[in-house]
């Protein structure tokens, strides 16, 4: 122990002996661990100065005072009296304390967790009474229980022992130590030492998980049966999943909650849609048999289908939605959690009691995939939070073919990446249901009142193969011949109640024959189904299916209310001081209010959002620097120079406006851009854009574009209008931020599935993200939104321009070049066009015309016809390009082209000016930038 101002006063004459000896482990302790000591000790180590020093609100005398007092009381609480007994005796008092920590931290090593009894796991040493000293001959020893939850201030050791036993190594493991909030842990400490790790559950209880574990076992039964060999990614040895998801919802809804949302993986996905969601067992006999008749584009396998139901809870009646997903594991918690704030944002749900987050999880895909590192990184932060996501990992001990723990993960345990947000992890083997449904209540309780997320491993087992036609005994022969010989969940569950005499034998065969009568019958088997569900409890989708991309809206909007919406905007608060080149930027929106400067990107994009609101629509728009804009145009979020305190003009256009949500998310792309995909197909009415600082980062995001963006609808007819602003354009700047990958997305484009375009004026931005929202098509769109053009001083538009017209799909030529003189035709896409029109112009050529391309998909091939009929004397006709030839629009698009050319004169051959193709989208050195720049425009006017 250091010298220190603890030493000197043990040097004084009340603090001699075993006192002393007895606050020194007690300080020792504290050092080792604060919460091993009790909360008055405590109090007063933590005044102590680090430095020997006497700390200045307490005096030297008063803490010795205290130390002597409390000395004297801790004496009086000894059963032995004095001299070297007592001291002896406090000596393993100190013990018996930091074994109960040792326990409540290391217990879950110790626990019987697997059910196949596989698990090799050295006992931890510091779980026994001899690691502190202490022998058979102590067992009967009394000693203070600390803050021990037994409902005694002393107890024997031997009972002191068993309670920890009991509580922390029989089969619920539980780790919660990690968590740095004290309140937090004593929570759990008391919650699970206070029934010793088990509840007493009465028979009804246990004849409900009973029935529960049978229709979990029975589905299986009935499909393997009826279609064996047939890939159903079975829930076999993890039947207690079924139980657990019932006392979630049911637990939930009592405490008022209104929706939840679940996502999860293939494995025991068709048991979860039939026995917890009531999907009627009718349809999914159905898809096996494959009589389902495509509604949709393409369909998807029957494992990755959704569902909502509505079903009733002591709390009133609960909808319930199942994500779709993609067999991209882990990608779907995220889209969860944006679905699940956008419901929580329409209740004005801001603490997340109104609905919860389920997501479940396979072990190997959540200790491997980063996906799930993201989503808990976000699950605390403003603009992602969700009140605590209930966690589930259906721990089957293998990932396809992988079951040793040397190849699955670097960690002890598949879930130990939760522990990066101090989640609770409450492992329990899935073998024992009534503990199964003791953690569960525990979870639920917990992210109700602490609004955090939680995890529960359910450690279990995978009766099949990766899938039922496959043979795991090639790579797992051990684990499977262990298999071979378990018996079933249920059996073993039914077995015990019998013994206990809390069910008949023959009451158990009912419930297996009941449950296969239903099936018999293609009955539903959720008893607590709403057949009439209350349609408040979810949107209503009809009003924007059934919509063509063809048809025209009108985005104009009133010019005299866009100017008072913009002079709403300007007005700032007294005392919010804003730095110098954001008041220039709000100066220059004054002039352009009042007609006396040109309209800039910045400015109409403000009045787009601003518009938008005061017609109802609400607008989220989020990614890593949304608030400034990565190019400082936006300044949507107002710092004060004085006290850094913020302002958001957009929110106070008018009381009882909607929302405008603007969070700077984390620096992610994968999960944000997900966690949008999901809020935004729960939210027709909102206009919801995720922007990339740079367009080439949502390559980082890649999965959800393929699985979710470009195909969630046509695979599962779930219609999504979010819209994606990624900045593009070759500035010279390198090979990193030059492209936005355009032909990644033009490369998806099928079936109208979604939009992509390239507006290059102030006015086209304005009327485009206008056009999403006020069309009542909900197709997702891909914006190239600009860097320089952002400032070019011919990017300009007028007020008129905002409050007539609308998105044009072409610019045609806007100089005054008469058509029947054109020979040359040169077609583009984005900024190069004012390169091109500027050297049009310098010159002085009008035998040329410049056609801009603004939408690149749907292709605007009516459009394109029109446009190109007056130009009757064609020769030439160009597609310039900045990007390199394999890259941008030309592999993607040029069909489009051919195919309108054909139709206006069979003569023209369309030709190519752009970069040569290349595997870096962009050159790192400015000088070869502005060489092959020249080059292309040069080649734009000659070939
Ligand atoms: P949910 O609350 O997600 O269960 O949705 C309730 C119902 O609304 C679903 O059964 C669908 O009919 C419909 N729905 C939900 N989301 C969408 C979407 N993105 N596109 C089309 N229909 C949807």
Partial sequence: MQESVMQRMWNSAYLSGGNAAYVEELYELYLHDPNAVPEEWRTYFQKLPADGSTAPDVSHSTVRDHFVLLAKNQRRAQPVSAGSVSSEHEKKQVEVLRMIQAFRLRGHQAAQLDPLGLWKRPAPADLSINHYGMTNADLDTTFRTGDLFIGKEEASLREIYEALQQTYCRTIGAEFIHIVDSEQRSWFQQRLESVRGRPVFSPEVQTHILERVTAAEGLEKYLGTKYPGTKRFGLEGGESLIPMLDEIIQRSGSYGSKEIVIGMAHRGRLNVLVNTLGKNPRELFDEFEGKKKVELGSGDVKYHQGFSSNVMTGGGEVHLAMAFNPSHLEIVSPVVEGSVRARQDRRNDANGDKVVPISIHGDAAFAGQGVVMETFQMSQTRGFKTGGTIHIVVNNQVGFTISNPLDARSTEYATDVAKMIQAPILHVNGDDPEAVLFITQLAVDYRM??????????????RRGHNEADEPSGTQPLMYQQIAKQRTTRELFAERLVQAGAVTTEAVQAQVDEYRNALDNGLHVVKSLVKEPNKELFVDWRPYLGHSWT???????????????????????????VQRQVAKILEDRQKMQAGGLPINWGY????????????????RLTGQ?????????RHAVLHNQKDESTYVP????????????????FLSEEAVLAFEYGYSTTSPNALVIWEAQFGDFANGAQVVIDQFITSGEHKWGRLCGLTMLLPHGYEGQGA??????????????????????VPTTPAQIYHLLRRQVIRPLRKPLIVLTPKSLLRHKLAISTLEDLAEGSFQTIIPEIDNIAPAKVERLVLCSGKVYYDLLEKRRAEGRDDTAILRIEQLYPFPEDDLVEILAPYTSLKHVVWCQEEPMNQGAWYQSQHHFRRILAGHNKGLFLEYAGRDASAAPACGYASMHAEQQEKLLRDAFTV
């Avoid at 939680?454 to 087992?461: A, E, T």
């Avoid at 010019?559 to 700032?572: D, H, N, R, V, Y």
């Avoid at 957009?650 to 998310?665: E, R």
């Fill in 449 to 462: 009142q602490y609004k955090r997320d939680v995890v529960i491993d359910l450690v279990c087992y995978r």
């Fill in 736 to 757: 990193e931020h030059s492209s936005a990958r355009l032909e990644r997305y033009l490369q998806l484009c099928a079936e109208h599935n979604i939009q992509v375009c």
């Fill in 604 to 619: 109409a994009e403000t009045m787009a959002y601003a518009t938008l609101l005061f017609e109802g629509h609400p607008i």
């Fill in 551 to 577: 048809a025209r809206h009108d985005t104009r909007f009133d010019l005299k209310t866009l100017q008072e919406l913009s002079a709403k905007l300007l007005e700032i608060p007294e005392g919010l001081v």
């Fill in 625 to 633: 620097d949304v608030g400034r804009g990565t190019f400082s145009h």
């Fill in 650 to 665: 957009m929110n106070h256009l008018y009381s009882g406006q909607p929302a405008f949500d603007l969070y700077d998310s």
